[in-house]
């Protein structure tokens, strides 16, 4: 049963971002990556973005040429296949391409509950690897530093680079630690036994299985190994995909995963509701569940997260504690941005033993 929120808001819609470039139009900023950073919260928003211009009979489609920025490909429509609206596939090559393309935008909420500033401060789609956007960041301070995973799309498939900054001003970038196609990383707080650990999303192109979380351990942050399977998704919300949501913090007992799970679609082009579930991770050995929310914790409920570019999506990208509550912020539609809060104690005790 999804738990009694104390609070449902949303924070940010397409319409409060500006554009990058006049001939363009955001159609979302969404999947927030979250930090507590100087005594506030701030978000690091995907906005994605599209052409506005409309040509009839072609399709638009953005990439980012190094160098050179962001440039359009028009295709024809009979060049193409469409039944999601976020992807078109090319018919002669079978290969997909972004209806839009996203970048980060650093946006500061105060005490996480509302939007204080919209800043300029961004992160764009820099090398080959990122060229139909950068997207889905998650953030972790580790030590002084906060490590910064995020999607890299590009026509080589869907990676997860690291970028990791201390000023929120000046990002390095790290480079792609999981290679196609792996999503939903997050990274722990600090070191378990002498390594730093991951939660990661390879998705299998020969279906012996579904997309599943693996844990990956680490010596430098840059170079993954010793990977372990984590969890394939059990009940029935969750038999379409699972992934990381916000990255793990500590609880009694372990580390508290607040993940994603879809409903498999039954009509092909579909893509199912999204929910987040709850799983307490063991403290020495994070690739072992110890509980987890059978039922979702959150389900998509309010307009905001029932209706937009997709439909009925609850993403959560990020956690802050509170006295006695949690502050989740998700992504909500592949629209917007929204904070949920959550009774801690409620939380907790909605995880079971598996
Ligand atoms: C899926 C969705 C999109 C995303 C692409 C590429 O289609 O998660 O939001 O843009 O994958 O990562």
Redesign the pocket.
């Known amino acids: 049963m999804a738990l009694k929120r104390h609070s449902d808001q949303l924070l940010l819609r397409p319409s409060h971002v500006p554009p990058s470039r006049d001939d363009f139009e955001v159609i979302g900023a969404f999947n927030p990556g979250v930090a507590e950073f100087e005594g506030e919260v701030v978000l690091l928003v995907r906005v994605?973005e599209r052409p506005k211009e409309q040509r009839p009979g072609y399709v638009p489609l953005p990439r980012w040429v190094p160098g050179d920025g962001l440039i359009i490909d028009w295709m024809s429509e009979d060049e193409v296949n469409q039944d999601?609206p976020?992807?078109v596939q090319v018919k002669k090559t079978g290969r997909m391409r972004?209806t839009?393309t996203?970048y980060l935008r650093l946006v500061r909420c105060g005490d996480g509950r509302a939007i204080r500033e919209i800043t300029d401060i961004q992160i764009k789609p820099e090398t080959e690897l990122e060229e139909?956007?950068i997207?889905?960041p998650r953030i972790t301070k580790i030590d002084d530093r906060y490590y910064i995973t995020h999607?890299a799309?590009s026509r080589y498939g869907?990676s997860t680079a690291l970028a990791s900054t201390d000023d929120f001003k000046s990002f390095e970038r790290l480079g792609v630690i999981f290679c196609p196609e792996n999503?939903d990383v997050v990274l722990f707080p600090e070191k378990i036994g002498n390594d730093y650990v991951a939660l990661h999303r390879p998705v299998p192109g020969t279906p012996f299985n579904r997309p599943e979380m693996w844990t990956a351990r680490s010596i430098d942050l840059t170079d993954w190994g010793r990977h372990k399977w984590l969890h394939g998704g059990g009940s029935e919300w969750e038999t379409g995909r699972v992934g990381a949501g916000a990255p793990p913090i500590r609880v009694d007992g372990g580390w508290l995963e607040i993940y994603h799970g879809n409903r498999r679609p039954n009509r092909p082009g579909a893509v199912g509701t999204y929910s987040a579930g709850a799983m307490l991770l063991d403290a020495e050995d994070p690739s072992r569940i110890l509980r987890r929310t059978k039922e979702p914790i959150l389900t998509p409920t309010t307009e905001f997260e029932r209706i937009g570019f997709?439909h009925d999506v609850v993403f959560p990208t990020g956690i802050v504690e509170r006295e006695n509550s949690y502050l989740i912020f998700l992504g909500a539609a592949?629209t917007c941005c929204a904070v949920v809060e959550l009774d801690r104690q409620e939380l907790l005790g909605s995880m079971q033993a598996v």
């Open positions: 994605a999601d976020r992807v972004l839009y996203s139909f956007g997207e889905d999607v799309v869907v999503k997709v592949d």
